[in-house]
Structure formats: structure tokens, C-alpha cells
């Protein structure tokens, strides 16, 4: 017989987790609603020719990590690596932009064939906010306010944020020719990754995660050098929002987004509680992608974190277990009816019930009513139901030596003041 498993980097979600990420969802619904954010939701199958043009030809994630096949209609299929390609995609498709700007927030699982480890799996799941339409510097920094404050409600406070600027795309030109120039006189010493880089995009080279490379790129140009002086006091003018907001901050001149449709504002929200893996939010301004992808120039801006790196920063919080109000033993024919009209009842009540449907002694469903760690017993057996009743019994570590309550199976009013006292 085969023993079916998951496939590498592909991980089940367990009941013991999934209140956790039930939690912090609900955090984030709630947190996104304030800040007048609406969800949108795309699938997880998207046309490949969406992300190499997204992402990037010559970036890892189309060159080597997506999950893509042909489809019965002979058309090459992504499952999704990020969301906000799709996100593009449909509010061009869906006309949304013609309804003025958007601020929006997505929120499931993406892929990517890359190798597994703590915080990052083949399958992982994202939570994103994107704003279409919005191109102040203001729009900017409220949406790393959102991040941050999210951050902050769920209890992470041993966070640093970190940002840049990439300046308008004519400063990129002329840093990119800036960049490879230097880089030329070091062609010798960079590594493969670097050398394909330096051809496709140079930018992505300050992003190497290569102590060796890191050493050579202390004596680089930094963006600054090739910034004009309105994206210079952009960048001034986001510092001090920041400050106003008492959010922290520190200056990283390394921080890219390699791809050509990105600039002015780039940032990460990192922990050092993650090793190298360090960003838990990740995000920036990406003003020509709406236009790359075929809708009109759109100023946009963005962000995503990963789930399964929060919840590692988040360790034990959320994660007491909720327990049944009442655990609902009964047995018999007559009663076992009766037990799951009860259950019903209750449960419209807005009480936690769980119904034994097990039909094994009392004995047996009583010790399983204490391992569920209920606060009522309810019991119906064929005297109780006999009599038109039901027997409660408050749990304690001795069920055996509380007392015992009998009510009127129907007196539902007095049943729930019995529950609550």
C-alpha cells in the first residue's frame, strides 16, 4: 500500500496551527478595514508571459524557481510566485482604474521551486497591500504606516525598518551606466550570478547576498550620487513624514528593486530574529508596471509579508487553545436526536459545543469530556430523555464530585443561564 506525502516544500497546516493564522488574518482584516483598504482576490493560475514580463526575464524567480506547465489548450500556465502581478492584471482587466485610485490588499498562498527552509517554503503564503492611482510622497509613507502599525498591533516590536530611494527612472539610467562602469574593472572578481546580472540588470548585484561580492561593493556608487535634487527632497520629505509619525528608521543605500518599473521609495521591514532571512515586509514604488503590463501609467506603490516568517517571529503568541463551552454526551436513540438538536441550539446560541457521536459507554465519553477541557458536561441518556431532560455537570479536575443540574431539555432561556453562571 502507498503511503501518500507532501511533496517537498509543500506543508499541511494542521489544526493545532491553523488558529494561529485564523488570528493574525483576522488582525489583518480588521487592521486593513480601518485604513479604508479593500480586499480583491485573483487566481492562483496565471498565463506565464504575466510574470516574465511582471517580474523579469532575467530575475531567479521566472529564470529558475516558477511552477509552470502547458495547459489541454497548449497555453504556458504559472502558478502565482507573488501577487501583485495579478493584482496589476486585474484591475486592468476588471476597468478599476477608470473608478479612481485603489488601495487594495490580497492575502494567500504563492509558489516557487526553491530550497526549503525555516520561514520560506516551496508553497508559502503572503499577505499584500497595493495602492493604484497614488503618487504623492505621502502616499508613500502611509502605506508604511499601515505595514508597521499592523506589525506593531500583533505584538512584533524587535523590528527595524530600512529604506531608499531609487530616484525617477532617468536617474536609474544614469546610474545603471554609473554602476557598470565600475563594475567593469571588477569583472574578474564577481561570481557567475553577478557577471549575468551586470548584463541584465546591475542594480540586482547590490542586492547579493555573497559576503565576497559584499566586500567588493563597499567602494561602489550609491544611487545618491545620480539622484536629481526633486528626488533628493522627495526622499528628504518621506524622512521627515516618518519622523512626524515616530516611526523609526534607518538608511540602507544597498536597498534595490532591480526591476526598471521601480522608483523613489524602496523599503524593508526586517528582524534580526530570522537569520538570513531577515525581511518580513517587503515593498516599494513601482510606478511603470501598470503601463508594462498593458494598462495605462498608473503611479503605484506596494507591499507583502510573508506568513510563515511572521509566525516564527510571533513564537507562542496566539496560540492558546479555544475549548468547548459544553461537551454534549449522550447515548441512545432517542437521545442521540435529541443531543444534536440540543447541539444546534447552542450552538446559535454562540456556544463552543462539541457532540460525542462516539455511542460508547458514559464512562468512556465523560473522560473524553475532560481531555476536551470543556467548563459544562451535558448528559442525555434514555432516563434524561425519558423525562424530557438534560443533566449538567460543571468540569472540574473531579467531574465526579461537582453536582449535578437537571433542566427542562427545551428550557433553552434557562439552560443558558445555567451555562454562563
Known amino acids: 500500500m502507498t503511503n501518500f506525502r507532501t511533496l517537498r516544500g509543500m506543508n499541511d497546516i494542521l489544526p493545532s496551527q491553523t488558529e494561529r493564522w485564523q488570528k493574525v488574518e483576522a488582525l489583518a482584516r480588521d487592521h486593513f478595514a480601518r485604513a479604508g483598504l479593500k480586499e480583491i482576490r485573483t487566481p492562483l493560475l496565471e498565463l506565464t508571459e504575466l510574470f516574465s514580463r511582471g517580474i523579469g526575464e532575467g530575475t531567479d524567480v521566472v529564470g529558475k524557481e516558477m511552477y509552470s506547465f502547458v495547459d489541454r489548450g497548449d497555453r504556458s500556465c504559472t502558478l502565482r510566485p507573488e501577487g501583485t502581478a495579478s493584482v496589476v492584471r486585474s484591475v486592468i482587466q476588471n476597468g478599476l482604474l477608470k473608478q479612481g485610485s485603489q488601495r487594495l490588499w ?11 527552509q525555516a520561514g520560506r517554503q516551496r508553497q508559502f503564503h503572503q499577505i499584500g497591500v497595493e495602492f493604484f492611482g497614488l503618487s504623492s510622497v505621502r502616499s508613500d509613507a502611509e502605506i508604511i504606516s499601515i505595514a508597521w502599525d499592523f506589525l506593531k498591533d500583533i505584538g512584533l516590536n524587535d523590528l527595524t525598518l530600512e529604506i531608499n530611494t531609487l ?23 564577481l561570481d557567475d550570478n553577478s557577471l549575468i546580472q551586470m548584463k541584465n540588470n546591475p542594480l540586482r548585484i547590490l542586492d547579493t547576498k555573497n559576503p565576497d561580492i559584499k566586500n567588493i561593493l ?6 545618491d550620487s545620480s539622484l536629481s535634487i526633486d528626488s533628493k527632497n522627495r526622499f528628504l520629505r518621506l524622512q521627515d513624514i516618518l519622523q512626524s509619525l515616530s516611526i523609526p528608521f534607518c538608511i540602507n543605500k544597498s536597498l534595490v528593486r532591480g526591476l526598471d518599473y521601480y522608483c523613489h521609495t524602496a ?63 449522550n447515548k441512545g436513540e432517542k437521545a442521540e436526536v435529541e443531543a444534536l438538536y440540543l447541539a444546534r441550539s447552542l450552538r446559535e446560541a454562540n456556544f463552543k459545543v462539541e457532540l460525542d457521536n462516539s ?11 475532560d481531555k476536551s477541557c470543556a467548563t459544562w458536561a451535558i448528559v442525555i441518556g434514555e432516563e434524561e430523555s425519558k423525562n424530557g431532560q438534560v443533566k449538567i455537570k460543571k468540569l472540574t479536575q473531579s467531574s465526579a464530585n461537582t453536582n449535578e443540574i437537571f433542566t427542562n431539555i427545551y428550557d433553552l432561556e434557562k439552560l443558558t443561564r445555567l451555562l454562563v453562571s
Open 167 to 189: 530616484g525617477t527612472f532617468d536617474d536609474r539610467k544614469i546610474y545603471r551606466e554609473k554602476l557598470t562602469n565600475w563594475l567593469e574593472k571588477y569583472k574578474d572578481s
Open 106 to 116: 490580497y492575502g494567500g498562498p504563492m509558489f516557487r521551486y526553491e530550497r526549503p
Open 359 to 369: 455511542g460508547s459507554n458514559f464512562s468512556k465519553q465523560f473522560k473524553r469530556a
Open 218 to 223: 563597499n567602494d561602489a556608487p550609491m544611487i
Open 267 to 329: 523599503f524593508e521591514i526586517t528582524s534580526n530574529q530570522l537569520g538570513a532571512q531577515a525581511t518580513v515586509c517587503g515593498g516599494g514604488r513601482y510606478d511603470g508596471l501598470v503601463e508594462q503590463l498593458g494598462g495605462p501609467t498608473t503611479p503605484s506603490v506596494g507591499w507583502a509579508i510573508g506568513m510563515e516568517r511572521l509566525l516564527i517571529l510571533l513564537g507562542e503568541k496566539f496560540s492558546n487553545i479555544i475549548y468547548p463551552d459544553v461537551y454534549l454526551i
